[in-house]
């Protein structure tokens, strides 16, 4: 476990979702053998049902050493529910030992970037699903490591911000800054947000192999024939948003450095942002006067819709098992 935890996420990775895959295939390899067994079994039935002479000479055959209790109490049924339990039990086993994987790598993976976040994220719940659905029934083991981490992502996502809120509004000197075009935009964004997801906000996830995002840059994304690769299907052209940064971990929110104040920042932007800036920040058909300090926590206020658009359970789809 000291071994997993000194790894870097981009080789983690990939051993993580061998062991999805791995373990999936388990899975999937017992589910099929129980089909198989079951309708052997009911085939059985059904040529007893009949009548048939050598099919019951030879069920009689297959159960001659067992005594005549056994035989009477003997009922197809019995089998498909161990069956159904062997299936339940090897899913429950992956996912516990999953979850060992997952749970020695808490604190890097609560430091992680968006994206790469996301794409744990997804892998890890699609696995979850997909066994799931074979075994028809929930399993909490490997699902509720999944979701602690994302909470704990969360707690320090948030605490990142709060800190960097603190900062920017304890050095800011309380005099008017021009509006650039990209804090405008970020606004533009806010107030689009309020009614629908702004696709500028939607992440691409790259790297996933299980799961993936339903919509991923505004493109249908499913499981390529070769190499596993995701794929697009139906691609469209997004708008673009200039403003939008990308989304800073705890750590680089901490290292950054203290914001200057509203007079150095107008002295340092003298050349550029003054060309294209603007007095006031228009919201709908409201101006407003901006100081560097609500500037700064607009920006960060986008990356929390980013977490709101990309983080849910709801975008997840189960990528096709490639051929």
């Given at each position: 476990m000291?071994?997993?935890?000194?790894?870097?996420?981009?080789?983690f990775?990939?051993?993580?979702q061998?062991v999805?895959?791995?373990?999936?295939?388990?899975?999937?390899g017992?589910q099929?053998?129980?089909?198989?067994?079951?309708?052997?079994?009911?085939?059985?039935q059904?040529?007893?049902?009949?009548?048939?002479?050598?099919?019951?000479?030879?069920?009689?055959?297959?159960?001659?050493?067992?005594?005549?209790?056994?035989?009477?109490?003997?009922t197809?049924?019995?089998?498909?529910?161990?069956?159904?339990?062997?299936?339940?039990s090897?899913?429950?086993?992956?996912?516990?030992?999953?979850?060992?994987?997952?749970?020695?790598r808490?604190?890097?993976?609560?430091?992680?970037?968006l994206?790469?976040?996301?794409?744990?994220?997804?892998?890890?719940?699609?696995?979850v699903?997909?066994?799931?659905?074979?075994?028809?029934?929930?399993?909490?083991?490997?699902?509720?490591?999944?979701?602690r981490q994302?909470?704990?992502?969360?707690?320090?996502?948030?605490?990142?911000?709060?800190e960097?809120?603190?900062?920017?509004?304890?050095d800011?000197?309380?005099?008017?800054?021009?509006?650039?075009?990209?804090?405008?935009?970020?606004?533009?964004?806010?107030?689009?947000?309020?009614?629908?997801?702004?696709?500028?906000?939607?992440i691409?996830?790259?790297?996933?192999?299980?799961?993936?995002?339903?919509?991923?840059?505004?493109?249908?994304?499913h499981?390529?024939?070769?190499?596993?690769?995701?794929?697009?299907?139906?691609?469209?052209?997004?708008?673009?948003?200039?403003?939008?940064?990308?989304?800073?971990?705890?750590?680089?929110?901490?290292?950054?450095?203290?914001?200057?104040?509203?007079?150095?920042k107008?002295?340092t932007?003298?050349?550029?942002?003054?060309?294209?800036?603007?007095?006031?920040?228009?919201?709908?058909?409201?101006?407003?006067?901006?100081?560097?300090?609500?500037?700064?926590?607009l920006?960060?206020?986008?990356?929390?819709?980013?977490?709101?658009?990309?983080?849910?359970?709801d975008?997840?789809?189960?990528?096709?098992?490639?051929?």
């Open positions: 000291q071994y997993l935890k000194g790894m870097e996420h981009q080789h990775m990939p051993l993580l061998k999805y895959q791995r373990f999936l295939a388990l899975v999937e017992i099929a053998q129980n089909a198989l067994i079951i309708d052997i079994l009911d085939s059985i059904y040529a007893i049902c009949l009548g048939d002479f050598w099919f019951f000479f030879f069920v009689n055959m297959i159960f001659s050493r067992k005594s005549t209790s056994s035989r009477e109490n003997f197809s049924q019995d089998i498909v529910e161990d069956l159904s339990d062997l299936l339940s090897t899913a429950e086993l992956s996912h516990t030992t999953s979850s060992q994987f997952l749970h020695a808490t604190e890097p993976h609560s430091l992680l970037s994206p790469r976040f996301l794409a744990l994220y997804f892998d890890s719940m699609a696995f699903v997909k066994c799931e659905i074979l075994c028809r029934r929930m399993i909490i083991g490997l699902r509720g490591v999944v979701i994302a909470s704990l992502y969360l707690t320090k996502f948030h605490q990142g911000r709060i960097r809120c603190a900062k920017v509004v304890l800011e000197m309380w005099n008017q800054v021009d509006v650039g075009v990209e804090v405008q935009s970020v606004v533009d964004v806010l107030v689009r947000c309020a009614v629908k997801d702004a696709e500028e906000l939607k691409d996830v790259e790297g996933v192999v299980l799961g993936s995002p339903s919509l991923a840059n505004g493109v249908r994304v499981q390529s024939k070769e190499n596993g690769v995701s794929s697009p299907s139906s691609p469209r052209k997004l708008p673009k948003l200039r403003a939008v940064p990308p989304t800073k971990t705890f750590a680089e929110l901490s290292q950054m450095e203290a914001v200057p104040s509203s007079d150095s107008e002295s932007k003298s050349s550029g942002s003054t060309k294209d800036g603007a007095k006031h920040l228009k919201i709908e058909d409201r101006s407003y006067f901006v100081v560097s300090a609500t500037a700064e926590v920006v960060l206020l986008i990356d929390y819709l980013k977490i709101v658009i990309n983080l849910r359970y975008r997840l789809t189960l990528n096709a098992k490639p051929s």
